[in-house]
């Protein structure tokens, strides 16, 4: 296939690294710095405006199958793309920062004549509010009515101590990771269950729900956001669905009073987010969950950390820098999500040139395979840190389990790590 990708920012950058070995791609860039760190890839390099449709030109787009805007522009994006149409590229996907360009956080068939139309700032809403609503639920729309959640054991959870095998599990439930001082376990009937652990469970939303139930995780009813950006405007919007007492503080009036002539039951606090006094003025010890979306990494990490030491349930913060993502999470926060990293995964899932459909911590992902085998799971020779969760066969879904047979056909759905993802592949063929 070959695919022009407009910018070579860390989003372009990594699409390209992951997508050059098997397909042929240009890159439309006029940074210099870039330029030199993409030349580094198997990818040819074009320089200059990817809206001119001189350079567009210039970089094969007449006979190219899909066109990726994703400069830091969103006319120059917006522009490109409908280029690229006109001159009869196969498929455009393009991001954008401004929401106003945007109907919904992704958008498919767009109007102007866009394939997709990814906004970042509008998919991290979306992924905050869900992490609220469905606490720990971590992104894998594939499932239909089966969720992916990660539930965090207390140190008084009266599973602390215990195996797995003593826990009574609804049936159609499983534990399928288990994260563990920057570890990932794949747990076994004897594994036992830790305080901090924290839990990857697959399974149906009511099934999830007992579960919570007999870890002892408390019910989210208070949030607070800090920052009345696109981001945090977007959460609250989502998150009133809901029915929960939502505050929101911004220390810009201005945006303040955008917040509050857009929001219908979010309370509104003109101030800083990082002023202590402020924080207990609001009763920030009562928030089961405190959201940092401003637009500084610094300052999220702040609000996140003193949130937490004035007794605030969780914390979940933006992170812009990709390499803070996993420093933010060792250090206290408990979820740091990145724009630049949800619009890398949605790229790649809608363009199916990966195996991959759903990522969890680092180092894990959810790969999709069909399997060639009829073999009952524990039959199969799986590498290390390996688990099928769930098998699709026809229209049914369901969890599988040690006895569960396998047939040709099954779709299935696996834990494992990247390194592992062909060799897996190879497993399910034999």
Known sequence: MKIIIAGAGEVGYNIAKNLADKHDITIIE??????S??????????RGNAANVKVLKRAGVENADLLIAVTGNDEVNLLAGLAAKKLGVGMVIVRVGNPEYANKPVEKNHPMGYDVLICPQLVLASEFAKLVTIPGSIEFSELGELELVEIAVREDSQVVSKKIKEIKLPRDVIIAAI??????????GDTVIKANDKLAVLGRRDSIKVLREVIG?????????????????YTAKLLERANLNIKLIEKDEKRAEKALNQLKRTKVVIGDATDIDLLREEEVEKADVVIATTESDEKNLLIALLSKSLGAGKAFVRVEKKDYVRIFEQVGVDAALSPRKSTYLEVMRILQLTKAVGEMKEGIVVIEVECNV????????LPENTIIAVVKRNREMFVARGDTELRKGDILYVLTTWDKVDEVEKRLKE
């Open 30 to 35: 006029s940074d210099e710095k870039k330029i």
């Open 217 to 233: 995780e408390p019910v989210i009813k208070n949030v607070i956001i800090a920052g009345a950006g696109t981001v945090g405007i």
């Open 374 to 381: 009829n073999k009952k799971v524990s039959q199969i020779k």
């Open 179 to 188: 994260y563990r001082d920057d570890r990932i376990i794949v747990p076994r």
């Open 37 to 46: 760190e993409i030349e580094k890839l198997n990818v040819s390099v074009v």
